[in-house]
């Protein structure tokens, strides 16, 4: 029996959005623009509570939301949207990170993803929201937990591999709040300012994977939900990207469950090298993430795909082309959850292409990218719903970025 699922795209509204049915419950991943027509911060965060209630009349999820991400145009506009989403949620505020990155349409002061939970039929289901800043989801005899904006104190803000390491030491506290080991993470997100200066003898962004790979040293990730897996390291999917100040916000999200039918799996490329295993040229500690994780639960396969880029082996290609660049990436994405390569890693019975993607964000390294790397975009994932904004990629070379969502069909 094939997985059915509803992907519905709403145009001229400034809402896309995917439901994703399975499981014993239902998610949506959705993107939300202002009016572009409104101007001024005020008038757009009016604009996006409209959008919402129109999507949370049609599919009654206003109080099942468990994590937003904000990406802004101007970082000191955050404590405005976070007054104006406290009074819009009320007690069922979810956690909400802010991305100092600006949207690509000029016009917008803001952009935003959301992801809400809710079950499927009469099955226990609650959402504890811990903290601004923490949500735990509870279903059955599984949680999920949603940890973001995660930013350290303001001492050593310049020195990337200290405010790298406090930043997973708030993680793991967070986590500790929840309930969590640093083990059950499926997934996080790193954005870090200026990822490509110099610092010292090194770059900040080389900084952050040494940083990283201190701190995961000993960790068994997901050491309770993986089948046997013959293929070297662990590690949870990751997006590390640039942002426009000098700080780094962080996230992630995990799960804890007793079920035998829920299996994590990392997942790897077999045209690229794993990051885990790049050499010293790139990273004195290569970058500790895999390509993308695969979460079977029951009759589902969610894959979360890692900041992708146009990598072939662990060499850039397309240098100075941007639509080059941005098609390798979208081939290196699609390559990861083919039937074929699930089949490799053990995950049997699912697979998908591009039309399985739900959710993604392209970052876009300078301005003049922009508008060859949409096309390509819009013409390979159709009705995803897609964020693009501009944020600096790891490498000089590198001119754009994509992750994402993507929900495969069972064969």
């Given amino acids: 029996m094939k997985n059915e699922f509803q992907f519905s795209k709403v145009n001229g509204f400034g809402i896309s959005y995917a439901l994703l049915p399975g499981g014993g ?3 949506l991943l959705a993107v939300i623009q202002p009016d572009p027509n409104e101007k001024g911060l005020a008038a757009q965060i009016q604009s996006v509570c409209g959008r919402l209630d129109r999507l ?6 206003k109080n099942a939301v468990v994590q937003q991400t ?42 935003v993803e959301v992801c809400a939970v809710r079950p ?36 050593d803000t310049d020195l990337a591999y200290k405010r790298s390491w406090r930043g997973f030491e708030m993680m793991k506290d967070k986590l500790g709040k929840a309930g969590f080991q640093m083990e059950n993470i499926l997934r996080t997100w790193l954005y870090q300012g200026h990822i490509t200066l110099d610092e010292g003898d090194s770059q900040r962004y080389k900084e952050l994977n040494h940083a990283r790979t201190d701190f995961f040293e000993g960790i068994k990730f997901m050491d309770s939900l993986l089948p046997d897996y013959p293929f070297g390291t662990v590690c949870p999917a990751s997006t590390g990207i640039g942002t426009d100040n000098m700080d780094i916000v962080m996230g992630c999200f995990g799960i804890k469950t ?19 295993a790049y050499g010293a040229v790139y990273s004195p500690k290569s970058p500790k993430f895999s390509r993308a994780l695969a979460l079977v639960y029951g009759e589902t396969c969610s894959v979360y795909i890692s900041g992708t880029a146009s990598i072939t082996e662990s060499e850039t290609v397309f240098i100075g082309d941007p639509e080059g660049q941005a098609n390798q990436t979208l081939d290196n994405i699609a390559e990861l959850f083919t039937e074929s390569n699930l089949k490799r890693y053990g995950i049997q019975g699912f697979g998908g292409d591009l039309s399985d993607m739900v959710v993604a964000r392209v970052y876009i390294k300078r301005p003049e990218y922009y508008e060859k790397i949409r096309a390509i975009c819009e013409k390979r994932l159709g009705a995803s719903a897609v964020i693009y904004t501009f944020g ?20």
């Fill in 258 to 276: 007793d079920r035998k039918d829920v299996v994590a799996v990392p997942l790897e490329n077999p045209v690229q090298t794993p990051a885990f």
């Fill in 70 to 111: 904000f990406f802004l145009r101007n970082l000191a506009d955050k404590t405005v949207i976070q007054e104006a989403m406290r009074k819009y949620y009320g007690s069922d505020l979810p956690v909400n990170v802010y991305v100092p990155q600006k949207p690509c349409e000029g016009s917008l002061e803001f952009l």
């Fill in 56 to 61: 949370f009349s049609k599919e009654d999820l």
């Fill in 392 to 411: 600096d990629v790891c490498r000089d070379d590198l001119l754009v970025e994509i992750e994402g969502v993507a929900f495969c069909k069972k064969r």
């Fill in 120 to 155: 499927e039929g009469d099955q226990k289901f609650s959402i504890d929201r811990i903290s601004e800043d923490i949500v735990r989801l509870n279903y059955a005899d599984t949680q999920f937990v949603f940890v973001g904006d995660i930013v350290p104190d303001n001492d």
């Fill in 25 to 27: 419950f239902i998610r």
